[in-house]
């Protein structure tokens, strides 16, 4: 089955040159130059418009800010809110990557870029959603908290968790190794995503997100604990 990525970008030289690059590779790239005009294309889905399996995501944009389209995709009702989200960045400007990743993107890439590189994070991105998908062993439990790997889904005493992609496969990797703690880098390896860059805060902000979809009070967190100068702990006894 041939890929379909919706690709939001106001440059059509680059967009352009991505769609003919990444069709080479058997992905389908469908081009909107602004963000509203790609939030309807979303919304239609149902419709004559098929879910694309991936948004490539550019933060500058003529009408609205590439992060206000990120919130708008993830606040919308249905599939199409958990579609992953890949941005493309200014080079050098590290907020708007932290304050994307908060905001559900799943993973960014700073411009200018190589193509080969582009497609090497959408495999990933992907990737990560097949291996997830995967038959599984039966549901996570950890008291109030329950971790469905069949359905990609996590509620807490039933309510369910809003969780990217990327965030539900962290979030299974620390609980299956649940009582060990891991740094930064095992838990980044575990889910196979893009080795950890110097200074790179955006594993931080994911758990961040996951505290907040999963603990009672994120500002005291009793199921993902931090061990200062090491990583984090997904604790095995929990409420």
Same mark, same amino acid.
């Given at each position: ?5 919706l ?5 059509? $030289? ?15 790239v ?10 309807? $294309?979303?919304?239609?889905?149902? &419709? ?13 944009l003529?009408?609205?800010? &590439?992060?206000?389209v990120?919130r708008?995709i993830?606040?919308?009702?249905g ?6 989200? @890949?941005? /493309?960045?200014? #080079?050098?400007?590290?907020?708007d990557r932290?304050i994307? @990743?908060e905001?559900?993107? =799943?993973?960014?890439?700073? #411009?200018?870029?190589e193509p ?6 959408? %495999?990933?991105?992907?990737?990560r959603r097949t291996? &997830? ?11 109030? /908290?329950e971790?469905? %790997?069949?359905? %990609?889904t996590?509620?807490?005493?039933g +309510? ?10 962290? /979030? ?7 009582? %060990?703690? /891991?740094?930064?880098? +095992?838990i ?13 805060r955006s594993i931080? *902000? ?10 009672d009070?994120? #500002?005291?967190?009793? $199921?993902?604990?931090?061990?200062? &100068? *090491?990583g984090?702990?997904?604790? #095995?006894?929990? =409420?």
């Amino acid at each position: 089955m041939t890929t379909q990525l919706l690709m939001i970008e106001d440059d059509s $030289r680059l967009a352009q040159m991505v769609v003919e690059y990444l069709g080479q590779s058997g992905m389908q790239v469908a081009h909107c130059g602004d963000g509203q005009s790609g939030l309807a $294309r979303l919304q239609e889905v149902g &419709g004559s418009t098929a879910l694309p399996d991936l948004v490539i995501l550019d933060l500058m944009l003529p009408d609205m800010d &590439g992060l206000d389209v990120c919130r708008n995709i993830r606040g919308m009702q249905g599939p199409a809110a958990r579609v992953p989200v @890949l941005m /493309l960045t200014a #080079k050098g400007d590290p907020m708007d990557r932290i304050i994307g @990743l908060e905001l559900g993107a =799943d993973d960014y890439l700073p #411009k200018p870029f190589e193509p080969r590189e582009l497609l090497a994070r959408i %495999r990933a991105v992907l990737r990560r959603r097949t291996e &997830g998908g995967a038959p599984q062993a039966q549901a996570l439990r950890f008291g109030a /908290l329950e971790i469905d %790997r069949d359905a %990609r889904t996590v509620t807490v005493a039933g +309510q369910p968790c809003e969780l990217t992609s990327y965030q539900f496969d962290l /979030l299974v990797a620390m609980a299956e190794r649940a009582g %060990r703690v /891991l740094t930064r880098d +095992q838990i980044m390896e575990a889910v196979r995503g893009r080795e950890l860059e110097a200074f790179d805060r955006s594993i931080d *902000v994911h758990m961040g997100r996951i505290r907040a979809a999963i603990e009672d009070d994120a #500002k005291n967190p009793r $199921r993902i604990l931090t061990v200062r &100068g *090491v990583g984090y702990v997904f604790a #095995k006894q929990q =409420d």
